[in-house]
């Protein structure tokens, strides 16, 4: 299996709702990546996590909440977002070290009403 | 601190036509990587290419191919004979090696994108 399966494909919340976005991969990489990306724009990274801790945290701001339960699964929880919010969330994977090559998902599409 | 520039913006070539995409990087480690990434208007992000700062070596696939140069921080992408289907985004990004684990920043820079006229 060398996919990252993202569910769901489209997302669309309100600015009162609670959500969460999920990210599977079973290639055994243990780095794994949230990335938004608005349109006309280069991906932007969210967060990281490194063998399931949290490793890098953009200055996201705390309506975006991540979750790394175990090494195949990445969650992003999301909770009173604004209509700016509306964005491709990208998650990737990888091993640790980064630099052997980034495997993406197909993304969530999330509109913010 | 890490940056990809990618100057240009959009790009507009009729078909069988050669293009290159231009991607300039900065960097302040010895050991790093670039890629390219293609992203269809379906939204997926697909790999082309890796390369990491050791290995300087031009590479072609297919009707694909790069230009790394390190003199002048460039790793430049050149389709040749254009395709419709070649329409896209195009990244380029740069991670650099993270010491202790952390995880690698995957940092891309603007997009250039392709438009292929038949």
Redesign the interface.
Known sequence: DTEVTQTPKHLVMGMTNKKSLKCEQHMGHRAMYWYKQKAKKPPELMFVYSYEKLSINESVPSRFSPECPNSSLLNLHLHALQPEDSALYLCASSQVAGGYGYTFGSGTRLTVV | AQKVTQAQTEISVVEKEDVTLDCVYETRDT???L?W?KQPP????V?LI?R?SFDEQNEISGRYSWNFQKSTSSFNFTITASQVVDSAVY?CAL????AG???????????TELSVKP
Do not use: A, H
Not at chain 2, 42 to 45: I, K, Q, R, Y
Not at chain 2, 95 to 98: L, V
Not at chain 2, 101 to 111: A, R, W
């Open positions: 050991t790093y990587y890629f990434y379906s939204g997926e992000l790999f890796r990491n990244f991670s650099e090696w993270e684990n952390q995880g690698g920043k995957l940092i891309f820079g603007q997009g």
